[in-house]
């Protein structure tokens, strides 16, 4: 009889033994799942963090653009003054790329989109009016026109670099 009582405390004390294990594993799985939370929720975050230091960075892109374009138009108003023709319509492709460079942004309203598209295709205009009168060593259009489309190109073109600029103040603060 004391060995089946034996036999009967050794199957108690397995059974025990094996709620102390299952136990512990329910712990350490528990562990491991906090451990995945934490790493996931780390995860989460810095995706978070990039993609607002990306979209930081793509609105001083875009201000940047838009400063080099209105400088470039600034240049181009210097020149036509002087009746430096010759080197318009280079400078007149580097304010389109920047354009189209801002334009390319995903947060532009319909208005800015249509702004800029208009300020290219004057551009365009412009350009192929002093490249054509480069190659036919013709009078070019008159030094009044050409300051007017571009004063009238800086003026539609400056709300929208203020308005980049105070979104990238607003992003940075």
């Known amino acids: 009889m004391n060995a089946a009582i034996s036999l009967s405390d050794l199957g108690s004390w397995a059974s025990l033994a094996g709620i102390a294990i299952g136990l512990f594993s329910l712990w350490i799985s528990w562990l491991a799942y906090k451990e995945a939370k934490e790493s996931a929720k780390q995860s989460k975050d810095a995706k978070n963090t990039s993609h607002s230091v990306l979209n930081k960075l793509g609105t001083f892109s875009r201000v940047v653009d838009f400063k080099e374009a209105l400088s470039n138009l600034s240049e181009i108003r ?96």
């Open 78 to 173: 210097t020149l036509a003054r002087n009746s430096t023709f010759a080197p318009i319509p280079e400078k007149i492709d580097r304010i389109v790329s920047s354009l189209l460079r801002a334009k390319s942004a995903d947060d532009y309203t319909e208005v800015n989109i249509v702004t800029v598209q208009a300020s290219i295709e004057s551009l365009r205009s412009l350009q192929g009016e002093l490249e054509l009168s480069n190659l036919t060593e013709g009078c070019p259009v008159s030094t009044p026109e050409i300051l007017k489309t571009l004063t009238s190109l800086a003026d539609s073109l400056e709300p929208l670099l203020i308005e980049l600029n105070s979104k990238l103040q607003t992003e940075l603060s």
